[in-house]
């Protein structure tokens, strides 16, 4: 099992930047795919990025792909998500999931349900 703890949140004007940062303790970072999800006020939580163990393959929900950059430094146990051109319907709590099975190492996870260990979420609040 790892403990996985969100930062970086907050509350932005339209337009803004942040960037959030996932860190890892306890289990094997470096050997798990990991993923961002988020949830907004009413609706199902989403899988919204997702990288490789080795960050070799990443992938993206198409709403987010090309303002959202997902990354990892596995020394650190850290992963990120820099999020730029924020829009008010990325509003959310952000979660940072991890995958412990074995993947290969360009394996990405797309499923909700194969996600083992999930972070408290931190909130994102763009404002228009």
């Known amino acids: 099992q790892v403990q996985l703890v969100e930062s970086g949140g907050g509350l932005v004007q339209a337009g803004g930047s942040l960037r959030l940062s996932c860190t890892a303790s306890?289990?094997?970072?470096?050997?798990?795919?990991m993923g961002w999800f988020r949830q907004a006020p009413g609706k199902k939580r989403e899988l919204i990025a997702a990288?490789?163990?080795?960050?070799?393959?990443?992938h993206y929900e198409p709403s987010v792909q090309g303002r959202f950059i997902i990354s990892r430094a596995n020394a650190k146990k850290t992963m990120f998500l820099q999020m730029n051109d924020l829009k008010a319907e990325d509003t959310a709590v952000y979660y940072c999931?991890?995958?412990?099975?074995?993947?290969?190492?360009?394996?990405?996870?797309?499923?909700?349900?194969?996600?083992?260990?999930w972070g408290q979420g931190t909130q994102v609040t763009v404002s228009s």
């Open positions: 990288i490789s163990w080795s960050g070799e393959a990443t």
């Open positions: 306890g289990g094997f970072f470096g050997n798990y795919a």
């Open positions: 999931a991890a995958d412990t099975a074995p993947t290969a190492s360009y394996t990405v996870v797309v499923g909700e349900g194969l996600y083992d260990d």
